[in-house]
């Protein structure tokens, strides 16, 4: 690969590179080149892709002109929403010498994979171009309770929302059969009574030997904070190669983490897990800090009993700030693990799975009237989930949890409430539903 000599400046206003690009999206791809670092390997990268560029067919004669005003244009139309940004064709050169040094860089081993990514962060479009499901109503139920009962009875003592029934459904969105949720979330909001209301509907793969101890252990567990584990997140994979690509995604095994007792232990000076004692001095309006090194010290810790499962969906986090070609969003799907062994395939536009005859496997719902009025599911056929869960022996629980909260349009209005009814702790609701084939 050449190498082109630019000048001395590395970037120019009315030439291909500019300055974001040249001191921050080429660090991306050399090891310590960082924002205003400029190490030996960075300046020869540079030269490279300046190199490349003019050999694709960038000519400051042939685009000067419009480079500027394309980037003028950008400049004082940037606050605009009318029309997505037009990039300079300087750009699209330097991305297009950019990805292709990265990609040369990768086969020599002198990408920095710190961060352990299966894509560098520079990609802007996925050309799988996935679109959100149809944003009907699904769940038509009033989660919000009886508006009849006060404010603080809800609040304090509102339980379950009617939830349960969309676990299991028949005949949905005219996919004939039985088909289960995998997981899902929903939040209602009732501005005139002041109410709120958010539901996790999450679910766990169990392995048949470890099951009646587990469940035991999830009955007795507080669920609040997100206890559970967190789906995992694949940043930067495109839809269409989420399931034939195995490095594309992550694994979904977690582990789920039971404190069965704390203990208090003594471990003496020298030995791992030891820490001095901070002793605090204060003398009339000075405060001073001081260690003591005694020969043993007392901690308290935790047992812990823990399990290895299965989560049945993982998330495509695909960000939509790089284009408005990508307005999928986020979007929690089917795990890898279940719909490779179930041989399911995946197809454009959409994020629902089918088999090889074409026959629906799995179904994504979305609906969103705004940030606190929305709901999204997952459903897998009924039939296909008892097949993998025989052949893979392993059990499905669901874990529902979720929070009731007040929400009030003033400040005075909040502290006129809570004045009148202290806060004691976040409204927590739970419940664990095993499943039965």
Not at 90 to 99: D, E, N, V
Not at 313 to 327: C, D, I, K, R, T
Request: net charge negative; charged share 30%; proline share 4%.
């Amino acid at each position: 690969m050449g190498e082109h000599e630019y000048g001395e400046n590395d970037y120019d206003y009315s030439g291909p590179i500019q300055m974001d690009f040249s001191n921050y999206t080429l660090g991306h791809i050399v090891k310590d080149g960082h924002s205003y670092s400029n190490p030996p390997e960075k300046i020869k990268v540079r030269k490279q892709i300046y190199w490349r560029i003019y050999d694709l067919g960038w000519n400051a004669e042939l685009f000067k002109e419009t480079e500027i005003s394309l980037g003028n244009d950008n400049y004082y139309n940037r606050n605009g929403t009318e029309r997505a940004k037009i990039e300079r064709y300087g750009k699209k050169y330097s991305w297009i010498a950019y990805f292709e040094n990265a990609g040369l860089r990768n086969d020599l081993g002198l990408l920095d994979n710190d961060w352990d990514r299966f894509r560098i962060s520079g990609a802007d479009i996925d050309p799988s171009f996935p679109a959100k499901p149809k944003g009907e109503l699904f769940i038509k139920h009033d989660l919000l309770g009886n508006r009849a009962t006060p404010l603080e009875d809800w609040y304090e003592n509102g339980d379950m929302p009617f939830i349960e029934g969309y676990l299991s459904m028949k005949d949905i969105n005219g996919n004939i059969g039985e088909w289960i949720c995998l997981d899902g979330y929903a939040s209602q909001e009732d501005v005139p009574t002041e109410r709120h209301r958010f539901t996790f509907i999450r679910s766990l793969l169990i392995k048949e030997k470890d099951y009646d101890e587990a469940i035991d252990f999830l009955k007795k567990q507080n669920l609040g904070g997100r206890w559970i584990p967190e789906k995992h997140k694949n940043y930067y994979t495109y839809a269409g190669e989420l399931y034939y690509c195995p490095d594309s995604t992550s694994e979904n095994d977690t582990t789920l983490e039971f404190i069965t007792a704390k203990k208090k232990i003594k471990i003496k000076r020298g030995d791992p897990g030891y820490f001095p004692s901070v002793i605090f001095d204060m003398e009339g309006d000075k405060v001073s800090l001081r260690n003591e090194f005694p020969v043993e010290i007392e901690r308290e810790i935790s047992e812990i009993k823990e399990f290895k499962v299965l989560m049945p969906v993982m998330e495509y986090n695909w960000e939509g700030y790089h284009s408005h070609l990508n307005n999928a969003g986020h979007s929690t799907i089917v795990a890898k693990e279940v719909a490779n062994h179930l041989n399911l395939i995946n197809q454009p536009q959409t994020f629902d799975l089918f088999e090889s005859d074409g026959n629906t496997a799995s179904i994504n719902i979305y609906h969103h009237d705004d940030y606190n009025n929305n709901h999204c599911l997952v459903y897998l056929r009924k039939d296909l989930l008892n097949k993998f869960l025989s052949e893979k022996k392993l059990r499905f629980v669901w874990a529902i949890w979720g929070e009731r909260e007040v929400k009030f349009k003033t400040n005075e209005r909040r502290h006129e409430f809570f004045t009148a009814h202290p806060f004691k702790e976040h409204q927590v609701f739970q419940k664990i539903i095993e499943y039965e084939k």
